[in-house]
């Protein structure tokens, strides 16, 4: 008889329970196909159960001091730290990506629970003194209530850190759905923050897919969703929700533009894009997976051909890795039927990276560095967000044509330029309707000081996760104009104008 696989738990009101559902997924190795563990499809009650919790538990949640909430942020980022490695290995063997970029991936969502841990500086309301006789106005951050997170496959530390931690340490009880693909890292960082003090019922976790998400997105006791996915699933999350009446943040879909210069270091840039695009196998929202070489930048291709075929494709936990395999079988059959519409769409294939051979893996979802060129709009490959290792290499004559061109894609959510020109570089700074810009940064991701700020079709909400702008989204602002009487001040009768 095999081993039993381990079943994810649930979390609900500080315990971590098993799922009565009969519906149940696989959380699958994506390098070898091993199966690591079942993920319970919760049921209405469970779900029902989890956001009852996260309501009782507000009463008294809302009330605790802003420091002691704090102070629990301050132990969960050591908890982290101490863990670090454990964290990784158990998010590269459910994810696919390579040991230190696992790292990466914890410790950027690290940054946050740092962040979360000064949040006293951060919920801060104003004061303004006597704006009229005797009067003072003043604001007060005050929470929502229950919040509620649904976080994508390829973050599986990062984003749902970006969430819970902001929102728990600014008063509100939080309901997470993670990824179904692969939980388990995420369930990990839950029991470190059960662990670092997060009391009963203010951090629970449902998992599911669709029904779950909307059962989330009906349910009236929600106040607020922070989603990050998939372009399609955002929308639907944001309309409904929206028109439940909730506040809703989301971060979706991208499809990131290079441009470099011919002034640019060509052997920094071409390293820093081969990074970018092929890291994470293109996995992430802010890889670049098209490159615009603009002038005689476009003699460069040969070489950023070479770059790419030198990364090494293998299991996330082989020493020297560079590429790991896609999430699942299902995301590589849907990159291979790309590449093959791009090359029957005219695209020219100029490195191919179907069917790698990768030792000791021979399972795994691999698809190696691929390059296109001669790519335009119209064609599937530069249409659609493709999610794994697939560059597009276009040509443009000047920077206003790239600038152009990139404008008028619909995604905004990050690009970047490579030159040595600051005049040229501070053009593109301006001129470009993209929310979040790297100025010879391959992947600019804004730290906790500053917030996510991607644009246009990649967001729907005003306010980005993280940083300032998600204290405002966490919160609601209730602004007091108060006067106090005393003996001394004179009664002038009953004034029925709107004067104060
Ligand atoms: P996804 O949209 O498939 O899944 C996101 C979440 O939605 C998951 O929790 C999933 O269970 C749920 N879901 C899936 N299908 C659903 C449906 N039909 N109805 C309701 N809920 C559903 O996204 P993914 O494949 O996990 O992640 C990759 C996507 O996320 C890419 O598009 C990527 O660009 C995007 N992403 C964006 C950012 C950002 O900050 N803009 C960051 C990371 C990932």
């Known amino acids: 008889?095999?081993?039993?696989?381990?079943?994810?738990?649930?979390?609900?009101?500080?315990?971590?329970?098993?799922?009565?559902?009969?519906?149940?997924?696989?959380?699958v190795n994506p390098a070898t196909q091993e199966v690591l563990a079942r993920v319970p499809f919760a049921t209405p009650d469970e779900i029902n159960a989890a956001v009852a919790n996260a309501k009782e538990a507000f009463k008294t949640w809302k009330k605790t001091p802003i420091g002691a909430r704090a102070r629990i942020f301050l132990k969960l980022q050591q908890l982290i730290r101490e863990n670090m490695k454990e964290l990784a290995a158990i998010l590269t063997a459910?994810?696919?990506?390579?040991?230190?970029?696992?790292?990466?991936?914890?410790?950027?969502?690290?940054e946050v629970v740092e962040h979360a841990s000064a949040i006293g500086n951060l919920q801060?309301?104003?004061?303004?003194?006597?704006?009229?006789?005797?009067?003072?106005?003043?604001?007060?951050?005050?929470?929502?209530?229950?919040?509620?997170?649904?976080?994508?496959?390829?973050?599986?530390?990062?984003?749902?850190?970006?969430?819970f931690p902001m929102a728990i340490a600014t008063g509100n009880t939080f309901v997470l759905k993670p990824s179904e693909q692969d939980p388990l890292v995420t369930m990990r960082l839950c029991e470190l923050a059960l662990e670092a003090g997060v009391p009963p019922g203010v951090l629970n976790v449902i998992h599911g897919g669709e029904d779950a998400v909307n059962a989330i997105?009906?349910?009236?006791?929600?106040?607020?969703?922070?989603?990050?996915?998939?372009?399609?699933?955002?929308?639907?999350?944001?309309?409904?929700?929206?028109?439940?009446?909730?506040?809703?943040?989301?971060?979706?879909?991208?499809?990131?533009?290079?441009?470099?210069?011919?002034?640019?270091?060509?052997?920094?840039?071409?390293?820093?894009?081969?990074?970018?695009?092929?890291?994470?196998?293109?996995?992430?929202?802010?890889?670049?997976?098209?490159?615009?070489?603009?002038?005689e930048a476009q003699q460069w291709l040969p070489d950023l051909v070479a770059k790419a075929k030198s990364l090494k494709v293998s299991g996330g936990t082989e020493p020297g890795t560079d590429v790991g395999p896609v999430i699942s079988c299902a995301a590589l059959s849907r990159i291979e039927g790309l590449i093959e519409r791009g090359v029957a769409e005219g695209a020219t294939?100029?490195?191919?990276?179907r069917k790698p051979t990768v030792p000791g893996y021979e399972k795994g979802n691999f698809v190696g560095p691929t390059i296109f060129?001669?790519?335009?709009?119209?064609?599937?490959?530069?249409?659609?967000?493709?999610?794994?290792?697939?560059?597009?290499?276009?040509?443009?004559?000047?920077?206003?044509?790239?600038?152009?061109?990139?404008?008028?894609?619909?995604?905004?959510?990050?690009?970047?330029?490579?030159?040595?020109s600051g005049a040229a570089a501070r053009k593109f700074q301006e001129e470009i309707d993209v929310g979040q810009v790297g100025i010879n940064v391959p992947v600019p991701v804004p730290v906790p000081l500053f917030s996510f700020t991607g644009s246009r079709a990649s967001k729907l909400g005003d306010l980005g996760p993280y940083g300032k702008q998600v204290v405002l989204f966490y919160t609601q602002t209730k602004t007091v104009t108060a006067r106090w009487f005393d003996d001394s001040t004179a009664s002038h009768g009953v004034n029925t104008t709107i004067s104060l």
């Open 349 to 353: 294939l100029a490195l191919d990276g």
């Open 217 to 295: 997105c009906d349910h009236p006791d929600i106040k607020a969703i922070s989603f990050v996915g998939s372009t399609r699933v955002g929308t639907h999350v944001y309309n409904r929700a929206s028109l439940n009446g909730k506040r809703v943040q989301c971060m979706m879909g991208a499809k990131n533009h290079a441009v470099v210069l011919p002034d640019a270091n060509k052997e920094q840039t071409l390293n820093a894009i081969a990074g970018a695009s092929f890291g994470a196998a293109g996995q992430r929202c802010m890889a670049l997976p098209v490159v615009m070489l603009v002038g």
């Open 1 to 27: 008889m095999g081993a039993t696989i381990p079943t994810v738990k649930l979390l609900i009101n500080g315990q971590f329970v098993e799922s009565k559902t009969t519906q149940w997924r696989d959380v």
């Open 94 to 110: 459910e994810q696919g990506k390579t040991l230190p970029d696992a790292e990466g991936d914890v410790f950027r969502g690290l």
């Open 373 to 420: 060129s001669d790519v335009k709009p119209g064609m599937t490959i530069y249409d659609q967000e493709i999610f794994g290792p697939v560059l597009c290499v276009v040509g443009a004559e000047t920077l206003d044509e790239a600038i152009e061109f990139i404008n008028a894609n619909p995604n905004g959510n990050g690009t970047a330029v490579f030159t040595q």
């Open 124 to 163: 801060l309301g104003e004061l303004a003194n006597n704006v009229a006789n005797g009067v003072d106005t003043y604001t007060v951050l005050q929470p929502l209530g229950v919040c509620a997170g649904i976080t994508p496959f390829n973050f599986p530390a990062m984003i749902p850190l970006w969430m």
